[in-house]
């Protein structure tokens, strides 16, 4: 067949095929092969758990899709705690009607970014719904993974004194949904960022034991990010406007349609703080990986307004950059 049909969902003789044609080729393992209820996994000392749902609109978009995005966004979040990922569960909610020559390219695209990652798809679960109850595929990772730090990175531990880095342009994923979305085009192609950050983290783990925050700025962007960072740790978050990093295109496509790239998702970027002496040290790692390439540290923490995130415009001014009500743009992940 050449569409999704609702027999695949129905744990008889065409969810077995489904399985076995499909989701085994492409994500299979030792582990995932044995079929049981559950995954038996070995996992020494503690561990991150991380659990995300991606409904992004389209599927398909430049530099990605929705089965990488999937993987890249779970294996981020583990990561982001300090953690080496290791494994992942996967759920599907498919769409009676779907091309199966699209599922098979997001399930391909999706054992690609594990085996790049490093990660085990150990457990999975497919359901399909009729026609009109989803849109084409919305798909669920959980990940698990070995913290390697005491202690581990949290939004808590922002300290006074701490400088503020981020690996990257911002709002680079966020105007790639967009601008594919609604068929905009810029004088420059905008390409979503998406991709594994656990190799990036490790080696600034192995360098810079004593990293007290990382965090992807996902959804809301790097302003809502810090913002919700200065509020875990009851400290002030001050940023210089000049360094953060954006790329032309980003910044003219955000210029016409009247968007703020500082409050746009990324998914291949991270926030990481760390003790003021420690800046130059974390900037030199991260910019020796190929996704650090434009990082930069972008700012300071502070006793001033606790809770809040400050910017230092170039004339010298302050602004207060607040969270949004809601999301400037919605399913972007």
């Known amino acids: 067949m050449d569409k999704v049909l609702l027999d695949y969902g129905s744990g008889g003789r065409a969810s077995q095929r489904i399985i076995n044609d499909l989701f085994f080729r492409h994500l299979g393992n030792d582990i995932l092969a044995r079929m049981d209820d559950a995954a038996v996994l070995s996992v020494k000392g503690p561990i991150a758990m991380s659990t995300d749902s991606f409904v992004v609109d389209p599927v398909f978009f430049p530099g990605g899709d929705i089965g990488s995005l999937a993987v890249h966004g779970t294996v981020n979040d583990v990561s982001m705690m300090g953690a080496r990922p290791l494994f992942l569960t996967c759920g599907f909610i498919l769409e009676e009607g779907l091309p199966m020559a699209d599922l098979e390219r997001i399930v391909a695209s999706m054992g690609e970014a594990a085996r790049k990652a490093g990660v085990r798809i150990v457990a999975?679960?497919?359901?399909?719904?009729?026609?009109?109850?989803?849109?084409?595929?919305?798909?669920?990772?959980?990940?698990?993974?070995?913290?390697?730090?005491?202690?581990?990175?949290?939004?808590?531990?922002?300290?006074?004194?701490?400088?503020?880095?981020?690996?990257?342009?911002?709002?680079?994923?966020?105007?790639?949904?967009?601008?594919?979305?609604?068929?905009?085009?810029?004088?420059?192609?905008?390409?979503?960022?998406?991709?594994?950050?656990?190799g990036m983290v490790s080696r600034l783990l192995e360098g810079l034991p004593d990293v007290h925050v990382l965090r992807d700025p996902t959804r809301g962007g790097l302003a809502t990010t810090l913002n919700e960072i200065a509020g875990q740790s009851g400290v002030g978050i001050e940023l210089t406007e000049d360094a953060i990093p954006v790329d032309p295109a980003v910044a003219g496509g955000c210029a016409v349609l009247g968007l703020d790239p500082l409050y746009l998702a990324n998914e291949g970027k991270c926030i990481c703080i760390v003790p003021g002496g420690d800046a130059e040290a974390a900037l030199e790692i991260l910019r020796s990986d190929p996704l650090g390439g434009k990082a930069a540290i972008v700012g300071r923490v502070v006793d001033d307004h606790p809770g809040k995130v400050a910017m230092i415009t170039p004339l010298g001014g302050k602004r207060l950059l607040g969270m949004l009500e809601g999301e400037q743009l919605p399913r972007i992940c």
């Open 124 to 198: 999975g679960d497919t359901k399909v719904v009729p026609k009109g109850a989803a849109d084409k595929i919305f798909i669920n990772t959980a990940g698990i993974g070995e913290i390697r730090v005491d202690p581990a990175p949290s939004g808590h531990r922002a300290a006074v004194g701490d400088a503020v880095l981020i690996s990257g342009s911002m709002g680079d994923h966020g105007l790639a949904i967009l601008s594919t979305r609604e068929g905009l085009s810029f004088d420059a192609p905008v390409v979503s960022d998406s991709a594994s950050l656990a």
